[in-house]
Structures are given as C-alpha cells and as structure tokens.
C-alpha cells in the first residue's frame, strides 16, 4: 500500500465549476498534511497547509481533513484557466517531522 | 529575495558519466533536502542535510549517488556512473522549521 494516494485523473473542469481532488494516507498518526500546486517544467508550491480536522478556506481553495477516515481533500471554487496544474498531495509521517511523503499527483485542466 | 536556487537547470550526459546538481537554500534556510520525480511519479524523498551533516540519506540508492552540503558553497548531489533510469527531474527543498520551498529543479537526461 502507498503511503499517499490520490485519484488518479486527469481531472477536467469547465471555467467556473468546482474540482474536487482528494487524498488518502496510510500512516494514522500522521499529524500534517499539504497541497502542492506544480505547473508543467516548474517546481511544486505549496498552497495549502492543513493540521486539524475539519475544512480550511484560502480563497478559492478548501481544503478538508478526516482524520478517521484518512482522508485529506482540495477544493478549488470558481476554477480558473491558470488553475490547470497537477495538485500534489503531501504528508508529513509522525516519526520524522521533516520528511514529507508526497502523492503521484492529480492533473487538473480547466477548459474555458 | 531569492528563493531556492538550483542549477543547472537542464542536464545531458550519456551513461556512464558523472551528473553534478547544485542547490543553494533560501537565505537563511540551513535544512536542506533533496527529493526525485519520475515521470508519472510523484516526488521521492532522497536525503536530507544540514551544514556538514547528512541527517537521512534512507532515500538515497545505496550505489553512485551522494550528497553533501558543505560549510561554505550550494549543497551537491552527485550522481557517478549514470544510468538511463537516473533520467528524472532532481528537486531541491530547503526549510528553517517551515513548510518546504522548492528549487525549479534539475531535468537530468541520460542518453
């Protein structure tokens, strides 16, 4: 089992709807949890910091936590064109406080 | 305000030659980690270092590859003997208890 799983994609949204991208860890204790945004030939930003359980809005981006059901999950709101980007979902594993695990990633193209 | 720099950016060498990638932390950043993306892949951590000392190298392939971070000068990693499957984009993080902030990378191609 990967430590980090995110669903697979590409994801296609029209300008103006909602994508939803979501994460699974596998380690239960881990404490941290990140989404990275990675344009193609660019290096991964971080866009989203997430601690405790519940929802955390930074502007057009929500992001989710479950900790019982391991579950970590992005919303981005009124999807722009310059969203399309491959989203990187990322954990920090309890026992190293600074090795991120990192998900293979999910492609997202919104299409004006 | 520069921000993590790597270089260089783009690397050719064919199989058996040695790969140098450098990378210089934020100002004021002394943890430096080095991670791969393999296409298709998402990012793997390889090692991480601080001034003078290696501090995880559990993902680093126990064969050619190396790293450093010396008191003076960018971190080093060194790739000896490259093999086609070395092909990949080499990312370099730096942090001072923060979140981490990427380097544009490395894009390594072994011909």
């Known amino acids: 089992q990967k430590e980090v799983e995110q669903n697979s994609g590409p994801l296609s949204v029209p300008e103006g709807a909602i994508a939803s991208l979501n994460c699974t860890y596998s380690?239960?204790?881990?404490?941290?949890f990140f989404w990275y945004r990675q344009y193609s030939g660019k290096s991964p930003e971080l866009i989203m910091s997430i601690y405790s359980n519940g929802d955390k809005e930074d502007g057009r981006f929500t992001a989710q936590l479950n900790k019982a059901s391991q579950y970590v999950s992005l919303l981005i709101r009124d999807s722009q064109p310059s969203d399309s980007a491959t989203y990187l979902c990322?954990?920090?594993?309890?026992?190293?406080?600074?090795?991120?695990?990192f998900g293979a990633g999910t492609t997202v193209t919104v299409r004006a | 305000n520069a921000g993590v720099m790597q270089n260089p950016r783009h690397l050719v060498r064919r199989r058996g030659q040695e790969a140098r990638l450098r990378c210089s932390p934020m100002?004021?950043?002394?943890?430096v980690y080095w991670y791969r993306q393999l296409p298709e892949e998402g990012l793997k951590f390889m090692v991480y270092?601080?001034?003078?000392?290696?501090?995880?190298e559990s993902g680093m392939p126990k064969e050619r590859f190396s790293a450093e971070f010396p008191k003076e000068g960018p971190s080093i990693l060194r790739i000896q003997q490259v093999v086609r499957g070395d092909s990949a984009a080499y990312f370099c993080?730096?942090?001072?208890?923060?979140?981490?902030?990427f380097g544009n990378g490395t894009r390594l191609t072994v011909t």
């Open positions: 100002k004021g950043h002394s943890h």
């Open positions: 990322a954990v920090r594993p309890p026992t190293n406080d600074y090795k991120l695990s």
């Open positions: 270092l601080q001034k003078e000392n290696i501090i995880d």
């Open positions: 993080a730096s942090s001072s208890n923060s979140p981490l902030h």
């Open positions: 380690d239960r204790v881990s404490q941290s």
